[in-house]
């Protein structure tokens, strides 16, 4: 399975290198020649707004749209959450989304910068494990839609979910070591979507 990474903004080098320690080598996305050549995508965190215009500039936004309706694997994580929504509730008018999965997320819904945190949460990937996750900026879910499975929450809240093709999460995974997420991605998102459209 060939992942690539959007590589435009955002903590691209820390996707790439919790792929690597999961068995996987990414092809970092900046062109349409190079999202031609990935079977999944994932989408870093960063600034939302920045990304999508970058994607338009370089004339990705409609490519990536276009796999992602067809049913490319995607993750992704903050920023990339706000990405993947079918409506961003705060956005500016010139905000744009990828969209794919059908939840309302809020950006900034935990606070500004500072208001950043850490903590310990669960995660349906079958483990009884708590998962550090590191909150920075996050968004949050108001609304889940059809075909959505809520994977954990915080402060009553959905921060991590998935439809049949695509996992969001609201936390960065890929700075805290812990890459149960990015293989839950792999194992069990990307491949089974895969094997169904073979």
């Excluded at 994932?42 to 970058?54: C, D, F, H, R, Y």
Aim: glycine share 8%; charged share 20%; proline share 5%.
């Amino acid at each position: 399975m060939r992942v690539g990474v959007l590589a435009f903004q955002g903590d691209v080098r820390e996707h790439v290198s919790a792929l690597i320690a999961c068995g996987v080598y990414p092809i970092s996305v900046r062109r349409a020649s190079e999202l031609a050549e990935v079977d999944a995508l994932v989408i870093p965190g960063g600034e939302s707004t920045t990304i999508a215009q970058l994607a338009q500039i370089f004339d990705l936004y409609q490519p990536i749209k276009d796999r992602i309706k067809a049913g490319m694997p995607v993750y992704g994580s903050c920023a990339g959450m706000i990405l993947l929504a079918d409506e961003i509730l705060d956005a500016s008018p010139e905000q744009k989304s990828f969209g794919g999965l059908d939840i309302s997320v809020r950006r900034n819904a935990f606070g500004r910068q500072v208001d950043s945190f850490e903590t310990q949460i669960s995660f349906a990937d079958g483990s009884s494990e708590l998962m550090h996750a590191i909150f920075i900026r996050a968004p949050w879910v108001e609304r889940v839609g059809h075909g959505i499975e809520v994977l954990t929450t915080f402060d009553s809240h959905p921060v991590a979910v998935r439809s049949k093709s695509i996992l969001a999460t609201a936390f960065h995974p890929e700075i805290s070591g812990d890459y149960r997420v990015h293989r839950y991605f792999i194992e069990e998102v990307a491949l089974p979507a895969l094997q169904q459209v073979q």
